[in-house]
């Protein structure tokens, strides 16, 4: 059977989590607040205390809370604190921008199909980390950025929306992921809208929108 969506209320509560500087977040945020996305920011949780992105966060009066993992007696202690700081803050969806942290099956199972990540490359080519760098060094002339519904696997859940961007001769892992990050922040609001505004479904591994 088929997953179906519901249209979710005007304005579906969703909680970051981020590891680093948070400008997925960010962009997030400014299409949120232009009235590009019916979503509100419940709050941002960072496994790492110093995540610029956390401080970002808290510049802007948001909801910030950092929940670090060192310390922790394992993955499950720590990701039950995550999921009851996103339980109290009534988080509706997950967005995760740069958290360098895996999903165990049982959190990913606490949202089934709400949690949503991006990655810099066109999946399911170079899923993993430095995937830029893994793009440059295989020679591909085509690379980009993916936005996706997150299941147990790696990188590997079903596909949103996707950005397209040239390799250059002259790149860099620099320069390459400048241009890539140009269009996550294009790639990832507009996912996110069409999620909460359109219905859709998914069929097997892919995900379709459906005309109403
Ligand atoms: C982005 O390249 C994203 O695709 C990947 O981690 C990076 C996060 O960057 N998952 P930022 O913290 O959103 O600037």
Redesign the pocket.
Known sequence: MPAKSRIQNPKSKIGIL??????????LHAAIEHGEVPAEIAVVISNLADA??LAKARELGLRAEAIPHRGEPGRRAHEEKVLAALRGAGVEWIC?????RLLSPEFVAAWPRRIL????SLLPAFPGLD??GQALAHGVKVSG?TVHLVDDGLDSGPIVAQKTVPVLDGDTPKTL?SR??EQ?HRAYPEALRRLLAEPWEVVGRRLVFRPE
Not at 18 to 26: I, K, Q, T, V
Not at 117 to 120: D, F, L, S
Request: proline share 7%.
């Open positions: 981020l590891s680093g500087r948070g400008s997925n977040f960010l962009a610029p992105g995760l921008a740069g958290y360098m990540n991006i990655h810099p995937a830029q950025c992921s890539i990050l996550e």
